[in-house]
């Protein structure tokens, strides 16, 4: 093989296929700034979202040989080895070079084994895709100095089955998007894990580094509503664990900061699973830091509240109460509360929050996407609307915001 690097930034990719391999593969696609095609009757909720906020294009329909016009490269995301076949053909015919999840040996590129470092990207090739990732975990403990205190990766000698003790389930933070806020430990066991169950708001670089043969669950995917689909979740981590296998739960900031972690811990030790439990970084601390607001700040807000806004403040279901907290003085972080932003900004208005009061919101943050909407209590809701900011967004109430200016510009300058 001839290790290579590409600068895709601006230049076509053709992926075809929208399953789970394309759900690994997309995000550094798109980190490299390419420009990704994407043809596949059906795509993942993953994919779909990436579609939806525009950052791919979707062909909604079967490869065509023509497709690979244009491309730099090909991705083929299948496991169907005569459509493989078709489309390793049509790239070949047209000199382009073909990346093939179903045989590598068939194919006129490969993806490197990848840790990623800051600005260091280590590229493992060579010998069977175990062994690579061998090699790049090993690379990996070395550049986070874990050395022995950390533990070093399991022997198969600690994988047990039915026939001895289960396994085990591991409930970890994943950070709120920047895929280098995942703790040490966090991402250590990553690399150990059978099976990972993730949902749609996971840094998607992170599944770009699990191990070929790793099953990787989408939670998002589970055709129930709400309920059913976490008595789902709930049963995979158990099955998955009693027959013998290494779980990693990955969930998108903090697993207990409304991640249903504290549900899939109960569900796991009434069958008697081992549990660990990984904090993680939570969007509702980061994603204001991120934007240079402080949560807290001397002289300004002594205080901070977490709260969730996926249900309108009049729901007979909602457990907030919104009187009080228009009462305190401190930081308000809203999050999911973007669809009910306008009920919400009104009810604290009514109930004694002066409408001049500063907010934020911040969409997507610490990730590329991030943007922000700096406005007015009163005024959020419109300027939300006409900004067409998009979930995942999370919303900031108070003094804070204003401190924020002289702290944007300090951020700016250590970029």
Same mark, same amino acid.
């Given at each position: 093989?001839? =290790?290579?690097?590409? /600068?895709?930034?601006? /230049?076509?990719?053709?992926? +075809?296929?929208?399953?789970?391999?394309?759900?690994?593969?997309?995000?550094?696609?798109?980190?490299?700034?390419?420009?990704?095609?994407?043809?596949?009757?059906? %795509?993942?909720?993953?994919?779909?979202?990436?579609?939806?906020?525009?950052?791919?294009? $979707?062909?909604?329909?079967?490869?065509?040989?023509?497709?690979?016009?244009? #491309?730099?490269?090909?991705?083929?995301?299948?496991?169907?080895?005569?459509?493989?076949?078709?489309?390793?053909?049509?790239?070949?015919?047209?000199?382009?070079?073909?990346?093939?999840?179903?045989?590598?040996?068939?194919?006129?590129? $490969?993806?490197? #084994?990848?840790? /990623?470092?800051?600005?260091?990207?280590?590229?493992?090739?060579?010998?069977?895709?175990?062994?690579?990732?061998?090699?790049?975990?090993?690379?990996?403990?070395? %550049?986070?100095?874990?050395?022995?205190? !950390?533990?070093?990766?399991?022997?198969?000698?600690?994988?047990?089955?039915?026939?001895?003790?289960?396994?085990?389930?591991? %409930?970890?933070?994943?950070?709120?998007?920047?895929?280098?806020?995942?703790?040490?430990?966090?991402?250590?066991?990553?690399?150990?894990?059978?099976?990972?169950?993730?949902?749609?708001?996971?840094?998607?670089?992170? %599944?770009?580094?699990?191990?070929?043969?790793?099953?990787?669950?989408?939670?998002?995917?589970?055709?129930?509503?709400?309920?059913?689909?976490?008595?789902?979740?709930?049963?995979?981590?158990?099955?998955?664990?009693?027959?013998?296998? $290494?779980?990693?739960?990955?969930?998108?900031?903090?697993?207990?900061?409304?991640? @249903?972690?504290?549900?899939?811990?109960?569900?796991?030790?009434?069958?008697?699973?081992?549990?660990?439990?990984?904090?993680?970084?939570?969007?509702?601390?980061? &994603? =204001?830091?991120?934007?240079?607001?402080?949560?807290?700040? @001397?002289?300004?807000?002594?205080?901070?509240?977490?709260?969730?806004?996926?249900?309108?403040?009049?729901?007979?279901?909602?457990?907030?109460? $919104?009187?009080?907290?228009?009462?305190?003085?401190?930081?308000?972080?809203?999050?999911?509360?973007?669809?009910?932003?306008?009920?919400?900004?009104?009810?604290?208005?009514?109930?004694?929050?002066? =409408?001049?009061?500063?907010?934020?919101?911040?969409?997507?943050?610490?990730?590329?996407?991030?943007?922000?909407?700096?406005?007015?209590?009163?005024?959020?809701?419109?300027?939300?609307?006409? !900004? #067409?900011?998009? =979930?995942?967004?999370?919303?900031?109430? &108070?003094?804070?915001?204003? +401190?924020?200016?002289?702290?944007?510009?300090?951020?700016? /300058? &250590?970029?």
């Amino acid at each position: 093989m001839y =290790p290579l690097a590409l /600068r895709l930034a601006g /230049r076509r990719v053709l992926v +075809v296929g929208g399953g789970a391999v394309a759900t690994r593969r997309m995000p550094a696609l798109l980190a490299a700034g390419a420009v990704v095609d994407l043809v596949a009757p059906e %795509l993942t909720p993953a994919l779909r979202a990436h579609a939806d906020a525009g950052r791919l294009r $979707w062909i909604p329909r079967r490869f065509q040989p023509d497709d690979v016009d244009g #491309a730099w490269l090909v991705q083929t995301a299948v496991d169907d080895p005569a459509a493989a076949a078709q489309v390793s053909v049509a790239a070949q015919e047209r000199r382009v070079f073909c990346v093939r999840a179903d045989d590598r040996t068939a194919a006129t590129a $490969w993806t490197p #084994a990848v840790t /990623r470092q800051g600005p260091v990207t280590v590229a493992v090739l060579g010998g069977t895709p175990r062994r690579a990732v061998a090699v790049r975990d090993a690379i990996t403990d070395l %550049l986070e100095r874990k050395g022995a205190a !950390a533990g070093g990766p399991r022997s198969t000698g600690d994988r047990v089955g039915a026939a001895g003790v289960a396994g085990r389930v591991a %409930l970890v933070g994943a950070g709120p998007g920047d895929p280098e806020l995942i703790t040490v430990r966090g991402r250590r066991l990553l690399a150990e894990a059978d099976v990972v169950v993730v949902d749609r708001l996971i840094p998607g670089l992170l %599944l770009d580094e699990l191990r070929p043969e790793v099953e990787l669950v989408d939670a998002s995917k589970i055709p129930y509503g709400p309920a059913r689909a976490q008595e789902e979740i709930n049963r995979i981590l158990v099955d998955r664990a009693l027959a013998g296998a $290494w779980v990693v739960r990955l969930k998108g900031g903090d697993p207990y900061v409304f991640g @249903r972690g504290g549900e899939e811990l109960l569900a796991c030790a009434a069958a008697g699973v081992p549990v660990t439990v990984v904090p993680g970084v939570s969007s509702a601390i980061a &994603g =204001p830091a991120a934007a240079g607001i402080p949560v807290t700040h @001397r002289g300004v807000a002594h205080e901070f509240t977490v709260l969730s806004g996926h249900l309108a403040p009049d729901d007979a279901a909602s457990l907030v109460d $919104w009187p009080a907290l228009a009462r305190l003085r401190g930081t308000l972080v809203i999050l999911m509360g973007l669809r009910n932003l306008a009920a919400i900004a009104a009810v604290l208005q009514a109930h004694g929050r002066p =409408p001049g009061t500063p907010a934020a919101v911040i969409q997507e943050a610490t990730t590329g996407e991030q943007r922000v909407v700096r406005s007015t209590l009163a005024a959020v809701a419109v300027d939300t609307a006409a !900004a #067409a900011i998009r =979930p995942p967004a999370l919303v900031v109430v &108070g003094d804070v915001v204003e +401190v924020s200016d002289a702290l944007r510009e300090t951020l700016a /300058r &250590g970029r």
